[in-house]
C-alpha cells in the first residue's frame, strides 16, 4: 500500500524550531531572582545572619535619693508606746468589747470582769452614806436648838455640850461613810479594764469565762486581757555597725522601705541613737521616726532605712526609668536603644534626661520591665537575632 507524503507537515510554530524559550523556564527564571534578591535583602537586614551573642539587662527604675545615700540599714518598725492591759484584781472575765484592729480611746471600756460583791458593797456604802447624813441632819437642828435654849438659860450648859458633841459625830460620820463610798466605787471600777491611751488591739489574750489575775498566780489564769499598741509612736529600729555609726546624726534624713509596701517610700528621720553597743554583733542600734503617718504601718514589719547626705526635694520623691549610658546608641542627632523581642534586637529611639549617678534618666521610649541589649556593638542591628546572656 502506497503511502502519501504530502501530507505530512513540519509546526514551525514550535519553541524548539522557532527558537522561542518555553514560558515555565522564564517563570523559573524570574522566581529564582526574586528570591536571590530576597535572600540578599535578609542577610543585609541581619534576619538570616547568624545568631549575635550579647549581654541583655532589665530596664530598671531608680529613686533619684540612692545617688546620695551614705549608708543602708535593715530592720523592723516597733511601737515605742505598747502596753498589755491587765486587770488590778482578779475575777472572772464577763464581757469583752474589743478586737484585734479595733481602734480605742483614751478612757475606754475594754473589758469587764464580774463583781457583783463590789457592786453589792457600793449599795451598801451608799445607803451607809445616806443614813449619816439623816443623822447629821437630826444633829444639827439639835444642836442649833440646844445653842438657843442654853442661851435663854432654859436648858443646862452640859446639854448643849452633848448636842454639840453629836453634831460633830454625825458629821464625821458622814466624812466615813462617803469614804466607804469611794472604796466600794473603786472596787468597782477594778473590774472595769480601761484604754491607759488612744491606740489599737493587737492581740486578744483572754476570752469571755476566763479566769483574769493581776499576777496570773493560777495556772489557767490570764494576766493580760489584750495588747495593744499606739500606732501614732511607730518607729524603725535598725542596727548599725560599730565601724559605720559615724555617719548617723540626730536628725539626719533618711527613707524609709518596707517590704510589704514595696511601692512607697517614706519620709524619716533619725529619732535617737541609743547610747549602747550590742556587743555580740557589734552594732548600735538607731530608731528612725516616720515623718508622715500611714495606716497601712503595721508593728513588727520589717523595714530597709536608707540614711541620707540631705533632704530630698519634691522632685526626688519619685522613681526614674534608668539605664546605663553604655546601653544608649547614638545615630546622628538620634538616641537609642535595642529592645530584645522574640530574640531579635528591635530600635527603640529615646529621650534622655540627667545622669544619676551610673545611670541616665529615659523620659520616653522605655518603660521599666523591658529588655535591652546592654553594650550594643557594630554587629548589632535592627532585626539581626541574638542570643541573649541576660541578667
Given at each position: 500500500?502506497?503511502?502519501?507524503?504530502?501530507?505530512?507537515?513540519?509546526?514551525?510554530?514550535?519553541?524548539?524550531?522557532?527558537?522561542?524559550?518555553?514560558?515555565?523556564?522564564?517563570?523559573?527564571?524570574?522566581?529564582?531572582?526574586?528570591?536571590?534578591?530576597?535572600?540578599?535583602?535578609?542577610?543585609?537586614?541581619?534576619?538570616?545572619?547568624?545568631?549575635?551573642?550579647?549581654?541583655?539587662?532589665?530596664?530598671?527604675?531608680?529613686y533619684?535619693?540612692?545617688?546620695?545615700?551614705?549608708?543602708?540599714?535593715?530592720?523592723?518598725?516597733?511601737?515605742?508606746?505598747?502596753?498589755?492591759?491587765?486587770?488590778?484584781?482578779?475575777?472572772?472575765?464577763?464581757?469583752?468589747?474589743?478586737?484585734?484592729?479595733?481602734?480605742?480611746?483614751?478612757?475606754?471600756?475594754?473589758?469587764?470582769?464580774?463583781?457583783?460583791?463590789?457592786?453589792?458593797?457600793?449599795?451598801?456604802?451608799?445607803?451607809?452614806?445616806?443614813?449619816?447624813?439623816?443623822?447629821?441632819?437630826?444633829?444639827?437642828?439639835?444642836?442649833?436648838?440646844?445653842?438657843?435654849?442654853?442661851?435663854?438659860?432654859?436648858?443646862?450648859?452640859?446639854?448643849?455640850?452633848?448636842a454639840?458633841?453629836?453634831?460633830?459625830?454625825?458629821?464625821?460620820?458622814?466624812?466615813?461613810?462617803?469614804?466607804?463610798?469611794q472604796?466600794?466605787?473603786?472596787?468597782?471600777?477594778?473590774?472595769?479594764?480601761?484604754?491607759?491611751?488612744?491606740?489599737?488591739?493587737?492581740?486578744?489574750?483572754?476570752?469571755?469565762?476566763?479566769?483574769?489575775?493581776?499576777?496570773?498566780?493560777?495556772?489557767?489564769?490570764?494576766?493580760?486581757?489584750?495588747?495593744?499598741?499606739?500606732?501614732?509612736?511607730?518607729?524603725?529600729?535598725?542596727?548599725?555597725?560599730?565601724?559605720?555609726?559615724g555617719?548617723?546624726?540626730?536628725?539626719?534624713?533618711?527613707?524609709?522601705?518596707?517590704?510589704?509596701?514595696?511601692?512607697?517610700?517614706?519620709?524619716?528621720?533619725?529619732?535617737?541613737?541609743?547610747?549602747?553597743a550590742?556587743?555580740?554583733?557589734?552594732?548600735?542600734?538607731?530608731?528612725?521616726?516616720?515623718?508622715?503617718?500611714?495606716?497601712?504601718?503595721?508593728?513588727?514589719?520589717?523595714?530597709?532605712?536608707?540614711?541620707?547626705?540631705?533632704?530630698?526635694?519634691?522632685?526626688?520623691?519619685?522613681?526614674?526609668?534608668?539605664?546605663?549610658?553604655?546601653?544608649?546608641?547614638?545615630?546622628?542627632?538620634?538616641?537609642?536603644?535595642y529592645?530584645?523581642?522574640?530574640?531579635?534586637?528591635?530600635?527603640?529611639?529615646v529621650?534622655?534626661?540627667?545622669?544619676?549617678?551610673?545611670?541616665?534618666?529615659?523620659?520616653?521610649?522605655?518603660?521599666?520591665?523591658?529588655k535591652?541589649?546592654?553594650?550594643?556593638?557594630?554587629?548589632?542591628?535592627?532585626?539581626?537575632?541574638?542570643?541573649?546572656?541576660?541578667?
Amino acid at each position: 500500500m502506497a503511502t502519501d507524503l504530502s501530507k505530512l507537515k513540519i509546526d514551525k510554530s514550535s519553541p524548539a524550531l522557532s527558537g522561542k524559550k518555553p514560558a515555565g523556564k522564564k517563570r523559573i527564571f524570574l522566581i529564582a531572582g526574586a528570591a536571590a534578591l530576597l535572600v540578599a535583602v535578609l542577610l543585609f537586614s541581619g534576619v538570616l545572619s547568624p545568631a549575635v551573642k550579647t549581654e541583655v539587662v532589665t530596664v530598671t527604675q531608680l529613686y533619684p535619693t540612692q545617688t546620695f545615700t551614705s549608708l543602708n540599714a535593715s530592720g523592723y518598725v516597733v511601737a515605742q508606746r505598747k502596753a498589755a492591759v491587765a486587770a488590778k484584781i482578779t475575777g472572772r472575765l464577763v464581757e469583752l468589747k474589743v478586737e484585734e484592729g479595733s481602734r480605742i480611746k483614751k478612757g475606754e471600756i475594754i473589758a469587764r470582769l464580774e463583781a457583783d460583791d463590789a457592786i453589792a458593797s457600793q449599795s451598801q456604802a451608799s445607803a451607809n452614806v445616806e443614813q449619816a447624813q439623816a443623822e447629821l441632819a437630826d444633829a444639827m437642828l439639835n444642836y442649833r436648838r440646844a445653842q438657843e435654849l442654853v442661851k435663854k438659860e432654859y436648858i443646862a450648859r452640859s446639854d448643849a455640850d452633848a448636842a454639840e458633841a453629836r453634831y460633830k459625830k454625825a458629821v464625821a460620820n458622814v466624812a466615813a461613810a462617803k469614804a466607804g463610798l469611794q472604796s466600794a466605787r473603786v472596787s468597782v471600777d477594778y473590774s472595769l479594764l480601761r484604754a491607759p491611751f488612744d491606740a489599737v488591739v493587737l492581740t486578744k489574750n483572754a476570752d469571755i469565762g476566763d479566769i483574769v489575775s493581776p499576777l496570773s498566780a493560777a495556772t489557767s489564769a490570764k494576766a493580760a486581757v489584750v495588747t495593744i499598741a499606739d500606732m501614732g509612736s511607730l518607729q524603725v529600729e535598725v542596727d548599725v555597725s560599730e565601724s559605720n555609726i559615724g555617719k548617723v546624726k540626730i536628725g539626719q534624713p533618711c527613707e524609709i522601705l518596707l517590704d510589704a509596701l514595696p511601692e512607697k517610700r517614706f519620709r524619716g528621720a533619725v529619732h535617737m541613737i541609743v547610747p549602747t553597743a550590742d556587743r555580740t554583733k557589734a552594732s548600735v542600734m538607731v530608731k528612725v521616726r516616720f515623718v508622715e503617718t500611714d495606716s497601712r504601718v503595721l508593728p513588727e514589719m520589717s523595714a530597709k532605712v536608707a540614711f541620707l547626705q540631705r533632704e530630698a526635694t519634691s522632685d526626688e520623691a519619685s522613681a526614674r526609668t534608668v539605664v546605663k549610658p553604655a546601653s544608649i546608641v547614638t545615630r546622628g542627632d538620634r538616641k537609642l536603644v535595642y529592645l530584645v523581642r522574640d530574640n531579635r534586637a528591635v530600635e527603640a529611639v529615646v529621650t534622655l534626661g540627667p545622669q544619676l549617678g551610673d545611670y541616665v534618666e529615659v523620659v520616653s521610649g522605655l518603660k521599666a520591665g523591658e529588655k535591652i541589649v546592654a553594650k550594643p556593638t557594630d554587629s548589632i542591628r535592627n532585626g539581626v537575632r541574638i542570643a541573649t546572656d541576660e541578667k
